[in-house]
């Protein structure tokens, strides 16, 4: 009896065992089915981050990463959608999936990388910079000694300036953080600040559509751009990675960066 007991036993935790394996590969399944068969594809922006991603005239989100973006859509048949994320929230809005990625000039940081996120490959080398009004005194970070310095939220901009800038962060008067780099300017241009502390294709993009600021040149440190995904989505990741080889083998890339002569220097990808 004992021993046919065991045997039941034993047949018992075998089904079980089985048919938790087999919900395991179910559920894998399931999962390579739904990505394979996605239909369409949403990216996180800065809706305020000319001259990557932001409204146009028309009503519109464009930009350059806007159209690479849509581009891949294309290539893949997906329909391509536009999630306007806080830039300080954005990966919480990713993990919420509010968004399948943030694709907005965002900087590559080893902290990103360590929380367990899906980073793309660099696709353009970056720099801070300072702006300031045309007419001001200031010609380098020296002569902000005690001046209000605006960057924005949730930016490496603001990362450096409480880490590896720090010791230049308290030379200034106040560090007035905002939502924007819109409102960054709007400070700066209604002298509540002296400066904005931001990226240099954003910096230059607003010089050149308004009169009246200058950028300082000054060395502030390198870093490079790339797309986060949430943990898990290395595949979706290396889908939309092998659509950005595809379009720029057929020239749909180069065509958009045609558009965008300001950054096309420090674009990585270009051949």
Same mark, same amino acid.
């Given at each position: 009896?004992?021993?046919?007991?065991? +045997?039941?036993?034993?047949? !018992? !935790?075998?089904?079980?065992?089985?048919?938790?394996?087999?919900? @395991?590969?179910?559920?894998?399944?399931?999962?390579?089915?739904?990505e394979?068969?996605?239909?369409?594809?949403?990216?996180?922006?800065?809706?305020?981050?000319?001259?990557?991603?932001?409204?146009?005239d028309? #009503?519109? *989100?464009?930009?350059?990463?806007?159209?690479?973006?849509?581009?891949?859509?294309?290539?893949? #048949?997906?329909?391509?959608?536009?999630?306007?994320?806080?830039?300080?929230?954005?990966?919480?809005?990713?993990?919420?999936?509010?968004?399948?990625?943030v694709?907005?000039?965002?900087?590559?940081?080893?902290?990103?990388?360590?929380?367990?996120?899906?980073?793309?490959?660099?696709?353009?080398?970056?720099?801070?910079? +300072?702006? =300031?009004?045309?007419?001001?005194?200031?010609?380098?970070?020296?002569?902000?000694?005690?001046?209000?310095?605006?960057?924005?939220? @949730?930016?490496? @901009?603001?990362?450096?300036?409480?880490?590896? +800038?720090?010791?230049?962060?308290?030379?200034? #008067?106040?560090?007035?953080?905002?939502?924007?780099?819109?409102?960054?300017f709007?400070?700066?241009?209604?002298?509540? =600040?002296?400066?904005?502390? =931001?990226?240099?294709?954003?910096a230059?993009? *607003?010089?050149?559509?308004?009169?009246?600021?200058?950028?300082?040149?000054?060395?502030?440190? %390198?870093?490079?751009y790339?797309?986060?995904?949430?943990?898990?989505?290395?595949?979706?990741?290396?889908?939309?990675? %092998?659509?950005?080889?595809a379009? !720029?083998?057929?020239?749909?890339?180069?065509?958009?960066?045609?558009? *965008?002569?300001d950054?096309? @220097?420090?674009?990585? +990808?270009?051949?």
């Amino acid at each position: 009896m004992k021993k046919i007991t065991a +045997l039941v036993l034993a047949l !018992i !935790i075998a089904a079980l065992t089985l048919g938790l394996a087999g919900c @395991g590969a179910k559920t894998d399944d399931t999962a390579n089915e739904t990505e394979a068969e996605r239909t369409s594809f949403t990216m996180g922006i800065d809706p305020e981050y000319p001259p990557f991603s932001y409204l146009g005239d028309d #009503g519109e *989100y464009t930009g350059f990463d806007v159209e690479v973006c849509k581009a891949v859509c294309d290539y893949l #048949g997906w329909e391509f959608k536009v999630f306007a994320v806080n830039w300080d929230e954005k990966l919480v809005q990713l993990d919420s999936e509010e968004c399948d990625c943030v694709w907005s000039g965002m900087t590559i940081l080893d902290s990103m990388k360590d929380a367990g996120y899906i980073i793309s490959r660099p696709y353009f080398d970056n720099e801070q910079v +300072l702006l =300031v009004k045309d007419d001001s005194e200031y010609k380098s970070s020296a002569d902000l000694a005690g001046k209000d310095v605006a960057v924005q939220l @949730g930016t490496s @901009g603001e990362a450096l300036l409480s880490g590896d +800038l720090s010791d230049l962060a308290k030379t200034f #008067g106040n560090i007035v953080t905002a939502n924007s780099f819109t409102s960054c300017f709007t400070e700066l241009a209604g002298n509540a =600040v002296d400066a904005v502390f =931001v990226d240099a294709p954003v910096a230059q993009d *607003y010089v050149a559509n308004n009169e009246g600021f200058r950028i300082i040149d000054e060395d502030f440190g %390198a870093e490079q751009y790339g797309i986060a995904f949430r943990s898990g989505d290395a595949d979706l990741c290396a889908r939309v990675e %092998a659509a950005i080889d595809a379009i !720029i083998e057929n020239g749909t890339y180069a065509a958009i960066v045609e558009k *965008y002569p300001d950054i096309a @220097g420090n674009l990585l +990808l270009t051949k």
